[in-house]
């Protein structure tokens, strides 16, 4: 497998660690992508100019520009805190290259789980289920799940066809959970989000109180049994939660 690592950053002093552990990996084939201010150099490393006066936080522009700019079939996209931890192509290789868009394993800066493999859980009913969104990696992934899902957009592993046909929306900044919207984008056009349960990666950076919100027995067995017009009905709501989001109530006039 091929990849192209894109890294967004707007200057950090973590770039030489995600480097090098890139570079860790072995991987025969691969770029890494910079966007955004930084002095790496390498015959690996293809620097993006970005100028960040024109729009702050731009988030989406840089992603979309790391895909515009990829050479290879995989195309790995990490904020500027995400390092790979040893045996993570190893892991890809073991996972296979069958998937649209997909993770894997997320760890915080203390060794703890991440948010990874997760349901967009705000609008899942019962109330016992809204704070408990992690799903276990053995399970089953699935169209219909995929569809009350999002993949977090601090790490993104998508094809470079899917991110080209599917870019994300570049009206949106960063903390406007424009993560969700190309989740949903590309859920609503039959793509199955996946998490490779095989590969790790770290944040290095500390990212706040931690919360376990893995998913109980009991909260998986009322998913498992979940009609299919739930499913259908969850995910409108959360469309339209997010709408209500970007834009306000459109319900509501005068």
């Known amino acids: ?61 840089k992603r979309n520009l790391i895909a515009q700019n990829a050479r290879y079939e995989n195309i790995v996209i990490i904020h500027d805190y995400i390092v790979f931890l040893e045996g993570w192509y190893e892991g890809f290789l073991r996972f296979g290259s069958d998937f649209s868009i997909c993770n894997s394993k997320i760890i915080d800066i203390h060794g703890r789980r991440g948010i990874d493999y997760t349901l967009f859980s705000p609008f899942l009913a019962p109330p016992c289920i809204r704070d408990r969104q992690l799903l276990p990696y053995d399970y089953p992934p699935s169209h219909k799940l995929s569809t009350i899902m999002y993949l977090p957009g601090n790490y993104t592993v998508i094809k470079r066809d899917i991110a080209l046909k599917f870019p994300y929306d570049e009206r949106l900044v960063w903390n406007q959970i424009e993560d969700v919207v190309l989740s949903q984008t590309l859920t609503d056009a039959g793509h199955m989000i996946q998490c490779n349960p095989h590969s790790t990666v770290q944040m290095i950076k500390d990212k706040g109180p931690y919360y376990d919100i893995s998913m109980r027995p009991e909260d998986l067995e009322y998913l498992h049994y979940m009609p299919e017009d739930h499913y259908e009905h969850l995910a409108q709501i959360s469309r339209m939660a997010v709408q209500t989001a970007l834009f306000g109530d459109t319900s509501k006039t005068g």
Do not use: C, H, K
Not at 13 to 42: C, F, H, K, M, W
Not at 51 to 58: G, K, L, N, Q
């Open 1 to 61: 497998m091929d990849f192209s690592f894109g890294i967004q950053t707007g200057g950090s002093t973590n770039l030489e660690l995600i480097v090098q552990s890139i570079r860790a990996q072995n991987i025969p084939n691969y770029e890494i992508l910079v966007v955004g201010q930084n002095d790496l150099s390498g015959s690996d490393i293809r620097s993006i100019p970005f100028d960040e006066s024109v729009r702050p936080m731009w988030i989406t522009r």
